[in-house]
């Protein structure tokens, strides 16, 4: 059974920065693509960023490139999402998950239903 937990949340004010790390648990972690999605309040779940199980592509939503960076830390067995330039609009739950899965192309993490296993989740407020 594979656990993901994420950590880091917190409140910052506009333009600060915020670092998430999601641990998974699991025999093989090093096999595991990850991504980062999020979900502000009354809208739907949307796509972050993702990384290869390698950690040699990666993948962000347009509005994404730039502020946020996702990286992997395969000896700690965790994942990163730096978070800069914060903006109000980034308010919202940030949800790791990850998969066993591999595609061809790294865009193919962009969806929902790419991954296999999600955390709980964790709370970013950006406040003015």
């Known amino acids: 059974q594979v656990q993901v937990a994420e950590s880091g949340g917190g409140s910052v004010q506009t333009g600060g920065s915020l670092r998430l790390s999601c641990a998974a648990s699991?025999?093989?972690?090093?096999?595991?693509?990850m991504g980062w999605f999020r979900q502000a309040p009354g809208k739907e779940r949307e796509f972050v960023a993702a990384?290869?199980?390698?950690?040699?592509?990666?993948t962000y939503a347009d509005s994404k490139k730039g502020r946020f960076t996702i990286s992997r830390d395969g000896a700690e067995n965790t994942v990163y999402l730096q978070m800069n330039s914060l903006k109000p609009e980034d308010t919202a739950v940030y949800y790791c998950?990850?998969?066993?899965?591999?595609?061809?192309?790294?865009?193919?993490?962009?969806?929902?239903?790419?991954?296999?296993?999600w955390g709980q989740g964790t709370q970013v407020t950006v406040s003015t």
């Open positions: 998950a990850v998969t066993p899965s591999r595609f061809s192309s790294v865009s193919s993490y962009s969806g929902e239903s790419a991954f296999d296993y």
């Open positions: 699991g025999p093989t972690f090093s096999s595991y693509a």
């Open positions: 990384i290869t199980w390698d950690g040699r592509s990666t």
